[in-house]
Structure formats: structure tokens, C-alpha cells
């Protein structure tokens, strides 16, 4: 399997190949009695579940876009979604979790609470995700399907909310930030921006899911020839939450996996806490393993071992 030679990533973060499955260790001294949960992500998948190689495992996760949305008639296809659940019910993944993406229309438009949605759509998930956490032995896991809106016009719009712009570099990313903020405080107006929905996300998860990648990781999109990942969901991660993983997709151009250090990206988090206004706490030491499991590039879902 290959990493995908054009990913993107912020210049001092570090990345780790693909041959490796990743040991997220929760526990530092593994010569004390610890468990091992073995996590499979996939993303992205677009109808084209069936293509996949599934290995077996004890969390199944899938940050969204099991379908398309059509070109034409603007909708999805309910037996697309169908099939996929169908599909997810074959897996022998103890549980299985879900969240939505910008094409999943038929998800966005049911108006229907999670548990509605699972039991109307995706029986076969043992949880589907939107801004809610879920405990799984012991490990707290979050989810949500959020992305910047696109244009009225773009045809997969569903979840979307508003988003300041995206940059590639944190100093043009702090002035276009700090004009596109006020220009969003002015035109939207009594409009919940996704910048709420990542401020939900509680600081003793676990592992984070979402469809958008965080801007500047694994964010870089193929079609649109730019990083299209939330500049706030950046500074959650690293700044707040700090979880040991965070999965997600939609960016297809930049499948695979990376790993911020906070001793090596010193410099980085100094950047964001000042384009995010937030004082500097005293050193702390951690890592994050970020999974892009978009499949566009690769059939092969990405998989790490979570021991604690
Ligand atoms: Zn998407």
C-alpha cells in the first residue's frame, strides 16, 4: 500500500508510514496489566465499500460519505445507503461506529434525532455520532460531521456550517483569519459557525472523530488544489482537547497517517495560540496520531492498536 506521494502536511509535523501499525499508548508502563483495542478506519468510501479489504478488529470507524450525492437531482440514494448498511452488518467488528459527511443529504435532511437515524438507516452500526461521545471500554471516543460550508450551488452540502478561511501557512492563516472572523461576525448573524460545534468536544476524549480533517494535517484536496481542513479544529486538538487520535476524511488527495509531537512542533502550537488568542499553559508533553482514511488513493483501511 502506498502513502500517497502529494499528502500534505504542516512542515514540522511528523509523519509515520503506513507499514507500521500504530501503538497508541494510553498506558506509558506497559509491564503493568493493560488492554489492547484493535482500531479499523475507513472514510470516504462513496459506494464503494465492497472494494475494501476490511481487517478484522474491535472498533470499526467511519467518518462519513458512505454514499454520493447525485450531480443531477441534487439527492442521494437511499439504496445506496441501504447496501452500505447491509454491508456494515457483514463486518466482524464488535462495534461500529459512524459518523456523517457533506454528501450524506439523506442523513442531514431526515431531521431525525441519532437514534431515529441509526434505526431507520444504519442498523447495522452499534453507534452513530453527531457531536456525542461514547464510551467503549473505558475509552472515551467523539464524534461529528461538520464541514465548512460551500457555496449554496456546491451539490454535497449537507452539514455544513459556516467556516473562517483556510490557509496554508499560519502567518497568512493569522491576518486572513482575523478579516474573514469579523466579516463571518457580520454576514451570519444569529448562525451557529462550526467553531461551536468543535468548542462541544470534551477535553477527556480519547479519540476524535470527524469528517473534516484539522487544517494543516492530512487536509490537502486533489480536486480543489488547496487544504481545505477547519482552522479550528486545529486549535482544539492541540491547544484543548489534546486527544490520542483523530480520524476523518474528505480531503481524498491526502490519505494516511501523521503524528504531532508537542516537544518537535513547539513553534507551530506558539502560532496557533496566537492567531487563537490563548495564553500559553506551562510545557506539557504529548502526541497526537492523526488518520486521514479517505478512500480515494488507497482501498486499505488504516489501523492502530489503542492500549491502555
Ligand atoms: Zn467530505
Known sequence: MGAGSSSYTQPNDTKITLEDIPKILHKRDLSEPHRTLRVVCISDTHTRHADLNVPDGDILIHSGESINSDIVKHSSRPEDLEDFNRWLGTLPHRYRLVTGGNHDKIIDNAGLDIDAIRQRYLSNCTHYLKDTSVEIEGIKIYGSPWHGLRPFWYRANAFGRKEVSHSSSPLVGGVIFHTSHLAH????????????????IPEDTDIVITHVPPEGVRDWSHAKQKPEGSPHLTATDLLRVKPKAHIFG?????????????????????????????????????EIYFFNAAQAISREPLVFEYIY
Open 250 to 286: 474528505h480531503c481524498h488527495g491526502s490519505y494516511g497517517i501523521s503524528r504531532y509531537d508537542s516537544t518537535k512542533n513547539v513553534d507551530y502550537a506558539q502560532s496557533l495560540r496566537e492567531r487563537h488568542g490563548m495564553e500559553a499553559k506551562e510545557e506539557e508533553e504529548y
Open 185 to 200: 461576525q457580520i454576514t451570519g448573524l444569529g448562525r451557529k459557525n462550526i467553531e461551536t460545534r468543535w468548542n462541544d
